[in-house]
């Protein structure tokens, strides 16, 4: 992918969420706020002085960070490209007890508006599948990282078919295989509608992410290659995760049309009357499929890799 590509993608990409930005909000704070609470844990943030939350969204960890009332940095920053979720978050921000801790930036993840050491913490989720060039972005966190600094990344994933939590994926996958045999279908949030739409769309072989990721079953674990690759030691990940049953194939259609970057993309560029269309025709297969005993479930995960900038004093 050309730069100029790249700029594009990024353009486009934080443009695909004018439409959903008030859903998008909604949903981050209900079903992301759980992992986004273990990745500050895992980044030792509460007790840092300066965080930048890179790709901020709406703001889920600057605010989380910024509003928690024991212990807190005393600068967060939260960038993003798109203007619509940071000026949601800017609002948010405006009602916290000590609004002066936290401010957010329009920016360009792969060109941090920074200077150089300017921050002992960065964070970042479910972003970094939205850059075109990530080991750009993660030389650029390295760029404005103080020494001994901790950089905590986290991207969607499943869990490592080696640990406990994998075994038990396995296991559920197995008993929804199972369920199905038996008329009892388990439709999972976000892979059934984006089936859904690439078996009815006319460009099924779109794909929402950066390239970098497409065709990539392991790009979740290669984050500890590229922060290696920048330079930074002591590399560790966890995987956290969550499931949470749906009950109403509306809400579900609207999950999955929101935080699936494929189905987002993919629904933008509809007339209305075919969204709509589309719309009626997956929640009636929803409510035909709770009808007959399946289920409607999301379920969410997160590798997050943690590594630390060279020099300085090794945070915890």
């Given at each position: ?228 690759s920048a330079g930074m030691e002591a590399i560790t990940q966890r995987w956290y995760g969550h499931q949470e049953q749906i009950t109403d194939p509306e809400h579900f259609w609207m999950l ?61």
């Amino acid at each position: 992918m050309t730069q100029r590509d790249g700029d594009t993608f990024k353009l486009v990409d934080a443009d695909s969420y004018n439409n959903v930005v008030d859903q998008f909000e909604e949903l981050t704070r209900r079903y992301t706020t759980h992992i986004a609470q273990r990745l500050l844990e895992f980044a030792n943030a509460r007790n840092s002085d300066a965080v930048l939350d890179v790709g901020c969204g709406t703001g889920v960890l600057s605010l989380s960070l910024a509003g928690h009332s024991d212990s807190r940095p005393n600068s967060v920053i939260g960038l993003d490209l798109s203007a619509q979720m940071l000026q949601l978050a800017s609002a948010a921000a405006a009602a916290l007890p000590q609004p002066q801790i936290v401010q957010f930036r329009q920016g360009d993840a792969e060109n941090l508006p920074f200077a150089d050491r300017q921050f002992d913490c960065i964070v970042s989720l479910y972003a970094l599948r939205h850059f075109p060039d990530p080991q750009r972005a993660v030389r650029e966190m390295m760029r404005v990282a103080r020494p001994g600094a901790l950089v905590c990344i986290g991207v969607g994933s499943a869990p490592s078919l080696l640990s406990v939590a994998g075994a038990r994926a396995v296991a559920r996958r197995i008993g929804d295989r199972f369920a199905a045999l038996r008329g009892r279908a388990v439709l999972c949030a976000t892979e059934s509608l984006d089936s859904f739409l690439r078996a009815r769309g006319d460009n099924p072989a779109a794909d929402g992410h950066a390239g970098w990721t497409q065709g990539r079953k392991h790009y979740a674990a290669s984050v500890a290659t590229l922060l290696r690759s920048a330079g930074m030691e002591a590399i560790t990940q966890r995987w956290y995760g969550h499931q949470e049953q749906i009950t109403d194939p509306e809400h579900f259609w609207m999950l999955q049309a929101t935080l699936s970057s494929f189905a987002r993309k993919h629904l933008n560029a509809m007339a209305t009357s075919q969204y709509e269309r589309l719309r009626d025709e997956y929640c009636r297969y929803c409510h035909a499929v709770m009808q007959s005993g399946g289920a409607l479930v999301y379920r969410s995960g997160a590798l997050v890799t943690r590594a630390r900038v060279p020099g300085g004093t090794a945070n915890p």
